[in-house]
């Protein structure tokens, strides 16, 4: 997504980039809940 909104601006493009806004946050929770666990888990 970076590659495709850095140097321009389309109306198309950041239709599409917010579309999956909500995704991305539900996955990047994901990702920060599973290292807590496995730093959890190293202690």
């Keep these: ?3 495709i909104t850095s140097h ?3 109306q198309q493009k ?3 980039v917010y ?3 909500s995704d991305f946050f539900e ?3 994901f990702l920060v809940e599973q290292l ?3 730093n ?3 202690k």
């Design 1 to 3: 997504m970076h590659n």
């Design 8 to 10: 321009t601006y389309e």
């Design 14 to 16: 950041a239709d599409a």
């Design 19 to 21: 579309s999956r806004i």
């Design 27 to 29: 996955q990047s929770r």
């Design 36 to 38: 807590r666990r496995r």
């Design 40 to 42: 959890q888990d190293d």
